[in-house]
């Protein structure tokens, strides 16, 4: 059974840098995107980002000048990271297995627990 | 940027039939999923493929994808099926996802 668990700081100050990393456990990396969401409270999900196991990576366009997703197969991990956090940025972050159908069939099939972050002085 | 619009709540009675939809530009051109999420917990992948259904998801929910509108159908209701439900496509290498339909069971 694949399992994620994501890691990193509950709590950043503005204008500082989010770290999180999720690790994958009772399944490869190999042949999946590495997805990250997030879900400010009360609110809708959020696509971050993700990257297939080969490396490349697809970014929401709003975030991407801050972004950085990235993966260590070695360590059966995958970790984010946004710089020049606002309060904004406070939000339940999410990792995710996604698989990928021809050109437009993506769907996450195992998540983490989520780990909330807030942003504040 | 492509938009996924969903009706923020929709209202069922136990045992009768639910549908939610979501609809996009040119949505049936585009593989839909939807996910189930309940309060405190991670979202759950109940559709994909417009149609098909992960290990595990009940019988009774069921997707379908035409033209401009997704819908997301779950048969013979049950209170267990309360919860928040988002639909997702993929369009121009990003995912975007509807804002979400709140499911009632009364």
């Known amino acids: 059974q694949v399992q994620l668990q994501e890691s990193g700081p509950g709590l950043v100050k503005p204008s500082e840098t989010l770290s999180l990393t999720c690790t994958v456990s009772?399944?490869?990396?190999?042949?999946?995107?590495w997805s990250w969401i997030r879900q400010p409270p009360g609110k809708g999900l959020e696509w971050i980002g993700h990257i297939y196991y080969s490396g490349s990576t697809d970014y929401n366009s709003s975030l991407k000048s801050r972004l950085t997703i990235s993966l260590a197969t070695s360590t059966n991990q995958f970790s984010l990271t946004l710089r020049s956090v606002t309060a904004a940025d406070t939000a339940v972050y999410y990792c995710a297995r996604t698989s990928r159908a021809g050109n437009t069939g993506y769907s996450s099939d195992y998540w983490g627990q989520g780990t909330l972050v807030t942003v504040s002085s | 940027s492509y938009e996924l619009t969903q009706a923020p709540s929709v209202s069922v009675s136990p045992g009768q039939t639910a549908s939610i939809t979501c609809s996009g530009d040119k949505l049936g051109s585009k593989y839909v999923c939807w996910y189930q999420q309940k309060p405190g917990q991670s979202p759950v992948l109940v559709i994909y493929?417009?149609?098909k259904r992960p290990s595990g998801i009940p019988e009774r929910f069921s997707g379908s994808n035409s033209k401009n509108t997704a819908t997301l159908t779950i048969s013979g209701t049950q209170a267990m099926d309360e919860a928040d439900y988002y639909c997702?496509?993929?369009?121009?290498?990003?995912?975007?996802f509807g804002g979400g339909t709140k499911l009632t069971v009364l």
């Open positions: 493929q417009d149609t």
């Open positions: 009772g399944g490869s990396i190999s042949g999946y995107f």
């Open positions: 997702q496509a993929w369009d121009s290498s990003t995912v975007v």
